[in-house]
């Protein structure tokens, strides 16, 4: 995963590309959700779709490390330069989607096997949209659900409210390689 230091992000910054909705940079959420991922490969993983993906690291990984087909959506188009060349360094394609959590559909959610995200519960105002949307989720019948974020008061109101309607767990987890990272895991196994 390239850092902000790397040539292909540095030729991106230098070029005016800079995405507006917090996809400036590589969050640490996204090393739990992949950490997660390794110990636990889900039993359903062919078809991925990562929200809120910024630079697109957890997608990315589940296309190289699962050959899972991956659609990274995000609300900002101007992440998806950075998801681009973050795919290209891997040797791996994603289908970028310019959508908000509202708008991703039952229909559309029902075409993935697994939903992942990191670091997409940042403010209080997103709470309703995100739940909804992991409603959507699983009355498509998305098997897996998975959420990683470091810990905010809006990430743990919108895990309360999933893990009353969904029999979501909440784990937390840490990693210390290739960063030091903590945070919780919201995990819907919708079998």
Request: aromatic letters at 8%.
């Amino acid at each position: 995963m390239p850092t902000a230091q790397h040539s292909a992000i540095r030729d991106l910054r230098s070029e005016g590309i800079e995405p507006g909705i917090h996809g400036n940079k590589l969050w640490k959420s996204s090393f739990l959700l992949v950490d997660y991922l390794n110990a636990n490969p889900p039993e359903h993983a062919k078809t991925v779709i990562d929200v809120g993906c910024g630079w697109g690291f957890g997608g990315i990984w589940c296309a190289k490390r699962m050959n899972a087909e991956v659609t990274s959506v995000d609300a900002d188009p101007d992440v998806f330069p950075y998801l681009n060349s973050v795919a290209e360094i891997n040797g791996v394609d994603t289908l970028p989607l310019r959508s908000r959590f509202e708008t991703l559909s039952k229909r559309q959610l029902s075409e993935f096997d697994m939903l992942i995200a990191a670091d997409i519960c940042f403010w209080d105002e997103l709470v309703n949209p995100v739940c909804k949307m992991v409603d959507r989720a699983v009355e498509a019948g998305v098997k897996h659900i998975i959420i990683a974020d470091p810990e905010r008061s809006s990430f743990f109101t919108a895990a309360q409210r999933c893990m009353q309607k969904h029999y979501a767990e909440l784990i937390e987890w840490e990693v210390d390689t290739p960063v030091t990272a903590r945070g919780a895991l919201l995990v819907i196994e919708n079998a």
